[in-house]
Nanobody, 118 residues
């Protein structure tokens, strides 16, 4: 069973930066879309950023201009560069891979904690 492995979370002061990475534990067919979601305590999970196989990107309004999503197709890896972090960015961040059509799948990572102190 393939799992998505996230890394790069941690504790940072407000205004700081972190870079999250997410890669599969085994071989998979290339995903059509990769994304990052987050869930803060007592709140629903929300989409933070997504990127398609054509490199089209989509961001939540709250992170536009501060976060950048990118992908390495050769490694089937997705990254989230987070700059100018704010305390309200504190959450568990989950990566997500989706493929449609032949050999379709949806995979989720186990989550990585990001904590931003004020």
């Amino acid at each position: 069973q393939v799992q998505l492995v996230e890394s790069g979370g941690g504790l940072v002061q407000a205004g700081g930066s972190l870079r999250l990475s997410c890669a599969p534990s085994g071989n998979i067919f290339r995903p059509n879309a990769m994304g990052w979601h987050r869930q803060a305590p007592g709140k629903p999970r929300e989409l933070v950023a997504a990127i398609t196989s054509g490199d089209n990107t989509n961001y939540a309004d709250s992170v536009k201009g501060r976060f950048t999503i990118s992908r390495d197709n050769a490694k089937n890896t997705v990254y989230l560069q987070m700059n100018s972090l704010k305390p309200e960015d504190t959450a568990v961040y989950y990566c997500n891979f989706r493929r449609v059509g032949a050999w379709a799948y949806i995979y989720w990572g186990q989550g990585t904690q990001v904590t931003v102190s004020s």
